[in-house]
Nanobody
Framework: QVRLVESGGGLVQPGESLRLSCAAS????????IGWFRQAPGKEREGVSC????????FYIDSVRGRFTISRDNAKNTVYLDMSSLEPEDTAVYYC????????????????WGQGTQVIVSS
């Protein structure tokens, strides 16, 4: 049974940092890409970042590039999203999802999803 569990969300002030984790099980982690998505209140869900182990491929949307870093620990079947210089616009529920092989930020190509973790950036 495929399982993706996000953690690490919380309430932070602008400029602060957070690390999100996505713990995966039930599939061949080494050969799957893991994506992070987010959905802000009143907005559609958008792809934020993606990582694929096979060729060290990583993707970021422009609004987070340079502030967010995605990484994976294959020994722990976990993907991390290190978020720094957080802005109120980063407030959203963050989800991780899996897809076989290479990265994309189009959610329609992802198979399974976690339940999400809330990030609130506010002073």
């Amino acid at each position: 049974q495929v399982r993706l569990v996000e953690s690490g969300g919380g309430l932070v002030q602008p400029g602060e940092s957070l690390r999100l984790s996505c713990a995966a099980s039930g599939f061949d982690f080494d050969h799957y890409a893991i994506g992070w998505f987010r959905q802000a209140p009143g907005k559609e869900r958008e792809g934020v970042s993606c990582i694929y182990n096979g060729n060290n491929q990583t993707f970021y949307i422009d609004s987070v590039r340079g502030r967010f870093t995605i990484s994976r620990d294959n020994a722990k079947n976990t993907v991390y999203l290190d978020m720094s210089s957080l802005e109120p616009e980063d407030t959203a529920v963050y989800y991780c999802a899996n897809r076989p092989w290479s990265c994309t930020l189009f959610e329609m190509y992802f198979d399974s999803w976690g339940q999400g973790t809330q990030v609130i950036v506010s002073s």
